[in-house]
């Protein structure tokens, strides 16, 4: 079954206790990405990769880490999380082959919660 | 102006009935536009896009686009409770197609 997939689904953490997100996706897309989503704000983009090794900020990457070693895994880096990155986290990918008219695959989710 | 504004909702409607939701987008040059349903603590899920002016049908949804307006919609014909949820509108702006911005959405609550 094609699909994104995050882990873990939840997780309660401490100020400063690193932590890391992974998400795989077994389509094969060249494209992954990060968002958060916050109420009243919708989905905002972390980071993205549009392939192996290939990296960039999205629209709120301050304190965040991402690396893309292989092209099925794109893991999020919270080195020292903090309470306002508690937020409903999603990982998603696009084969981007249809450009402007592929749509992104989301991930189950992980909510996240610093305290 | 956010880039892409969505009425927050509740969008309240009766069974059976059309439900209309709106989004209006800021850039320009944006090229397409997608739509996304949303149930609580779910993840998005694509319901379809559209990327020239007019209208596109699927089923019981049909996306309207009016570039000159920059303004999409989506028609939800004969709504079913099991269609509430929050409704996401999408867009790829002239940046780029590495980014898709998002609406905070609408929640639809279909009552029977």
């Known amino acids: 079954e094609a699909q994104v997939t995050q882990n873990p689904r939840y997780l309660i953490t401490v100020t400063g206790k690193k932590l890391t997100v992974t998400c795989s996706q077994n389509?094969?897309?060249?494209?992954m990405s990060w968002y958060r989503q916050d109420p009243g704000l919708g989905l905002r983009q972390i980071y993205y990769?549009?392939?192996?090794?290939?990296?960039d900020k999205g629209d709120v990457p301050e304190g965040y880490k991402v690396s893309r070693k292989e092209k099925r895994n794109f893991p999020l880096i919270l080195e020292s999380p903090s309470p306002n990155q508690t937020s409903l986290y999603f990982c998603a990918s696009s084969d981007l082959k249809g450009m402007y008219n592929s749509p992104l695959h989301f991930g189950n989710g992980t909510r996240l919660t610093v305290t | 102006q956010k880039e892409v504004e969505q009425n927050s909702g509740p969008l309240s409607v009766p069974e059976g009935a059309i439900a209309s939701l709106n989004c209006t987008y800021s850039?320009?040059?944006?090229?397409?536009f997608f739509w996304y349903r949303q149930y609580s603590g779910k993840s998005p899920e694509l319901i379809m896009f559209i990327y020239s002016n007019g209208d596109k049908e699927d089923g019981r949804f049909t996306a309207q686009l009016n570039k000159a307006s920059q303004y999409v919609s989506l028609l939800i014909r004969d709504s079913q409770p099991s269609d509430s949820a929050t409704y996401l509108c999408?867009?790829?702006?002239?940046?780029?197609?590495?980014?898709?911005?998002f609406g905070a959405g609408t929640r639809l609550a279909v009552h029977p």
């Open positions: 850039d320009r040059g944006s090229q397409s």
């Open positions: 999408a867009v790829y702006g002239s940046g780029g197609y590495n980014k898709l911005i």
């Open positions: 990769s549009m392939n192996v090794e290939v990296t």
């Open positions: 389509m094969n897309h060249e494209y």
